[in-house]
C-alpha cells in the first residue's frame, strides 16, 4: 500500500525556517517527481515545488527563492525548507506525486499525503 | 504562469439536480504534438487531500462515479455532475499541468439546497 505522511512543527515564527519532511511507505524514491503543494485557509492549493531522485529541482516563481526542496534516499525521504516566513505561508502543506509518469515533470497528481498544518504566528 | 477562473464561485441546487461548473485558463492547455489537454479537476471534502476526479479534461480517474463528467479543451473546461447527491458536497478545483509550474484555480464550493 503506497503511502505518503508529512511530518514537521506545526507552529513557526515569523522570519523564522519552515521544515517538513514527507515519508513514502509502499515505494522507493525512484525516477519519480516528488511535490509539496500548500493551501492557505480558504484558499486553492497552490504548487511550491517539486525534487526528483536525483536531486533536480523546480519551484514556483513567486517562492522566490525561499524554498529548498531535497531528496534522503536512504531514508525514502524528500524534505522542504521555507525562509523567512510570514503569515502568508500558514497553509495546509501536502506532499503529493504521481506513479504513472515516471521521468515526466508535467502530470496531474493522484496521490496526496493528508498534508500537516503549519501555522506561522509569534 | 497560467491563470485559472472558476465560475461560479459556490452553488447549491437539490439532490437530483445537475451541476456545471466552468475553468477557464489564461493561456492553451492543448498540447498540439500529442492533442491532449494537461487539465485535471480535483474534489476536496473538508479535512481531506484534494482528490483526482478527472485528467486529460476529460478521462475519468478510476472510482469515480457515472454522474460525474469533463470536458472542454483549449482555454474553455466545464465539470458536470448529472444528479447531485449528498456525497459530492465539496469543493472543486480545476489544475493544469501544461507547464511545470502548475495552478489550480480558486474552486467552487457546491452545497444542497
Known amino acids: 500500500q503506497f503511502h505518503l505522511q508529512e511530518s514537521g512543527p506545526g507552529l513557526v515564527k515569523p522570519s523564522e525556517t519552515l521544515s517538513l519532511t514527507c515519508t513514502l511507505s509502499?515505494?522507493?524514491?525512484?525516477?519519480?517527481?516528488w511535490n509539496w503543494v500548500r493551501q492557505a485557509p480558504g484558499k486553492g492549493p497552490e504548487w511550491v515545488g517539486h525534487?526528483?531522485?536525483?536531486?533536480?529541482?523546480n519551484y514556483n516563481p513567486s517562492l522566490k527563492s525561499r524554498a529548498t526542496i531535497s531528496v534522503d534516499t536512504s531514508k525514502n525521504q524528500f524534505s522542504l525548507t521555507l525562509t523567512s516566513v510570514t503569515a502568508a505561508d500558514t497553509a495546509v502543506y501536502y506532499c503529493?506525486?504521481?506513479?504513472?509518469?515516471?521521468?515526466?515533470?508535467?502530470?496531474?497528481?493522484?496521490?496526496w499525503g493528508r498534508g500537516t498544518l503549519v501555522t506561522v504566528s509569534p | 504562469d497560467i491563470v485559472l477562473t472558476q465560475s461560479p464561485d459556490s452553488l447549491a441546487v437539490s439532490l437530483g439536480e445537475r451541476v456545471t461548473i466552468n475553468c477557464k485558463s489564461s493561456?492553451?492547455?492543448?498540447?498540439?504534438?500529442?492533442?491532449?489537454?494537461?487539465l485535471a479537476w480535483y474534489q476536496q471534502k473538508p479535512r481531506q487531500p484534494p482528490k483526482l476526479l478527472f485528467y486529460?479534461?476529460?478521462a475519468r480517474n478510476p472510482g469515480v462515479p457515472a454522474r460525474f463528467s469533463g470536458s472542454g479543451s483549449g482555454t474553455d473546461f466545464t465539470l458536470t455532475i448529472s444528479s447531485l447527491q449528498a456525497e459530492d458536497v465539496a469543493v472543486y478545483y480545476c489544475?493544469?499541468?501544461?507547464?511545470?509550474?502548475?495552478?489550480f484555480g480558486p474552486g467552487t464550493r457546491v452545497d444542497i439546497k
Open positions: 525534487v526528483t531522485y536525483s536531486g533536480s529541482t
Open positions: 509502499g515505494v522507493s524514491i525512484g525516477p519519480y517527481y
Open positions: 503529493a506525486t504521481y506513479l504513472a509518469a515516471p521521468r515526466e515533470s508535467r502530470w496531474y497528481f493522484d496521490f
Open positions: 486529460w479534461a476529460s
Open positions: 493561456q492553451s492547455v492543448l498540447f498540439t504534438s500529442n492533442n491532449k489537454n494537461y
Open positions: 489544475q493544469q499541468y501544461y507547464t511545470d509550474s502548475r495552478t
